[in-house]
Structure formats: C-alpha cells, structure tokens
C-alpha cells in the first residue's frame, strides 16, 4: 500500500512540471502574438500620418513646380518679346542714322526726309518705352521665379524633415516593442513561477487524495469534496478544504510583487445529466455558476481579497472526459482553481 502511494506520489510530481512547462510556452507565445498584433497596429497609426503629410508637401511642391514651369515660360516669352522690341529699336536706329547722315550730305532741304526723321524720332521713343516695360516685365517675373524657388526649397527640407522624424518615429515604435516583448516574458515568467509555488504549496498543505489533482495549469477540486449532490453550499469536509486554500493565497499575496495583476479564477463544471428544473437551478448553468460563486464568497469571508477572485460557470460544456460512463461523469463534476493575470 506504501509502495503504491510512493509509486503514485512520484507520478504527481513529474506530471505537473511537464505541464508547468507546455503551458509557460503557450502563454509565451500567446503574450507574444498579442504584442505583435499591438506594434503593428501602433505602426500602422503612425505611418498613416506620416504618410498623410508626406503627400501634402508633396502636393504642394508639385503645384509650385507647375507655377514655376508656367512663369517660366512667361518669363521666356517676355524675353522673346523683349529681343523683338530690341531688333527692331536697332533697325529703327539704323534708318534713323541713315537719313540723318543724307541730311548731312546736304539733302537738310528735302522736307520728306525731315518728316521721315521724325516720324522715325517718335517710332523710336515708343520702341524705348515698349522695352522699357518689357524690362520691367522680365524683373518681374525674375523676381516671382525666385520667390516660387524659396517656397519649394522651403519644402523640400521640411520633406526631409518629415521623412527623418518618420525614421526615428519606426525606429521608437521597434524598440517599444522589443522592450514590450520583453517585459510581457518577464511576467509570464515571474508569474508561472508563483502558479507553481501556490501549487507546490496546495499539494502540501492538501492531503493526497485522488479527488483533489492537478490537470494542467489548474487545480481541480471534484465537486463531491465541497458540495452535496446539487447543492451550491460547501459542506463541512469542503470548508476545511477551502480554508486551508485561503490560507495559501494569503501568503502567496505577500510574495508576488504589486505590478502583477493576478487573479484566482474559480470556475465551476457540472456532468451532462440535466436538472429536473423543479429544484433551486433550472439548468446546470446555474448550478455550476452558483458552486463557483460559493467557493469565492467563503475565500472573501477568510479574507482573500474581491478583486483577486473570479467565478465563472461552464455547466456541462467543458468536459474532462467526453466518455458517456458515471466515471466521467464524476470526473467532470468539479470546481478549477485558476492562477492568472487579469
């Protein structure tokens, strides 16, 4: 009988430190994807506006280069009109210093060619009058080229300077993300060490008995050590039990540090044999939530703090054993103590 027990002990002892570890990986991975999933949603905010503001400037810096390309080509034909007015100021002069030089020559009397001087005098003046305004015209637009050039170099270095914020903006967001990974890991580590103290404990301070296991990353309690057959209150044997729970979870809270957010989740299961709906529950919904609000209200009433407890109830639907025998059955009525993060 001591051998059996002994063999028994060691099987306990092995089984939940392989659980121990496929369920710290799990909850790794779990942690992991959800930081993922969170720098990938803060990236993809922040690149958005960025990307917002980068086809802005890049708007604009089109628009002023339209603007540019149009004054230059005003510019151009201000030019080509400007050298036309210079030709012809020059032909004008020329004709001009071609008949004063027949006057010279003594042809001063030919009244014609003293008419043709002056009317070339006033053709001459309205051609220096009409460069002088094309001057004007081409300083002008000189002067708005060189403006439009401001404004675009102007934006170009705030493009630039929107581009490299964007750079350090990706660069902040991967190492917030690198540290967030790494500060998740931490807790899901400190925390899977405390689950396995608070479980190394309840094996101590819980007799051995074959109603009471571990399965997986939870504590199981069959329903037949707290409650009468359904019954949601503990009875006798069960509040013993529970009292020596509250206990450990009273010395387990002085340990774990503030900044973890743990909780005791206790969730309540029943078999799949229905309620007769007559009695206090009408479904096994009811009863398994009632079980599981039973157990946390008496861990409140040996001071287990409220905001470190929370029941749930599953009825039939999470069974241990799907197999439709009284063995499963009982195996699946049970309540499942849970230690976790909120």
């Not at 400037?57 to 030019?79: F, H, K, M, V, W």
């Not at 009058?129 to 270095?157: G, H, P, Y």
């Amino acid at each position: 009988m001591a051998l059996a027990r002994s063999r028994r002990d060691r099987r306990i002892d092995y089984w939940p430190g392989f659980v121990d570890a496929l369920s710290t990986l799990l909850l790794a991975i779990m942690f992991l994807l959800s930081v993922f999933v969170l720098a990938q949603f803060l990236l993809s905010r922040e690149i958005s506006g960025k990307d917002e503001v980068l086809n802005r400037l890049n708007s604009q810096i089109n628009e002023l280069t339209q603007l540019l390309a149009l004054e230059r080509g005003n510019n151009q034909d201000a030019q080509d009109e400007l050298a036309n007015l210079q030709a012809s100021l020059g032909a004008v002069e020329s004709e001009k210093s071609r008949l004063e030089q027949l006057l010279a020559r003594g042809a001063g009397s030919d009244q014609a060619a003293q008419e043709r001087i002056g009317a070339l005098s006033g053709e001459l003046e309205n051609e220096r009058q009409l460069s002088q305004r094309a001057m004007s015209q081409v300083e002008l637009l000189n002067q708005q080229i060189a403006a439009l050039r401001k404004q675009i170099a102007a934006l170009e270095d705030a493009l630039q300077v929107s581009e490299q914020r964007d750079r350090e903006s990706n660069t902040k967001i991967a190492d917030l993300g690198r540290r967030l990974n790494v500060a998740l890991a931490q807790r899901v580590q400190e925390l899977n060490r405390y689950r396995s103290d608070f479980f190394g404990r309840l094996r101590e301070i819980l007799s051995d008995r074959e109603n009471i296991r571990i399965v997986g990353d939870r504590f199981v309690f069959q329903s037949e050590v707290l409650f009468p057959s359904g019954s949601d209150v503990i009875n006798d044997a069960g509040r013993v039990e529970m009292k020596k729970l509250a206990d450990a979870l009273l010395e387990l809270q002085k340990e774990i540090p503030p900044e973890i957010n743990w909780v005791l989740r206790v969730d309540g299961h029943t078999d799949n044999r229905p309620l007769s709906g007559s009695g206090r529950y009408r479904d096994n919904w009811e009863l398994s939530s009632a079980r599981a609000t039973s157990v946390v209200k008496f861990l409140i009433e040996n001071g287990v703090p409220a905001n470190r407890l929370v029941a749930a109830g599953f009825g039939e639907y999470q069974p241990l054993d799907g197999a439709d025998t009284d063995d499963a059955r009982a195996k699946n009525r049970r309540i499942e103590l849970k230690l976790t993060e909120r």
